[in-house]
């Protein structure tokens, strides 16, 4: 997936001007996202992952030599401080998206919260092949995505500008 990942063209620009990219630690269920935010950093991504904070996500700087811990959710967490920076793209998680690209994660509404006034920015979410259904049902408060990203393709819902 990382490979796909890195050919959407708004990710090559984002490494190139060294802007802030936002990715998930993976959970061992979920895709991998240590290569792909391995490939971010060497491409001249900044990287932040969320870190769980109450009833919403905060974004710290993606530090391999941090020190990592694992949270209550199982979800690896830099012992970094958080940031405040605003991300050009966010790479999230998912555990289903529709053919709209709408996003069934677990539950908890954490990344609805966190990309609720979120505009501009391309939101991508990374699921196995079998994780893309026909329909989803949908909240008012839920955040449908911009591209979901397989291990075998890339569907955009919505066109860049």
Known sequence: MAEHVMDIEVIEAACRDHAVVACYASRPEEPDTTLL??????????????????TRL????????????????????????????????YIVP???????????????GFYDRA????????VIALVFEDEMVDVLPVEPHDRPVDVAVTESRVRWFSMPD
């Open 115 to 122: 990309l609720a006034n979120v505009e501009g920015p391309l």
């Open 94 to 108: 998912a555990l289903a998206i529709d053919a709209n690209g709408n996003r069934l994660g677990q539950g908890g």
């Open 58 to 89: 905060t974004w710290r700087i993606d530090d391999p030599m941090a020190e990592w811990t694992v949270n209550e959710f199982g979800i690896p967490e830099p012992e970094t401080d958080p940031v405040d920076i605003a991300p050009a793209v």
């Open 37 to 54: 935010r391995q490939a971010l950093h060497t491409a001249g991504a900044r990287v932040v992952v969320p870190v769980v904070d109450g």
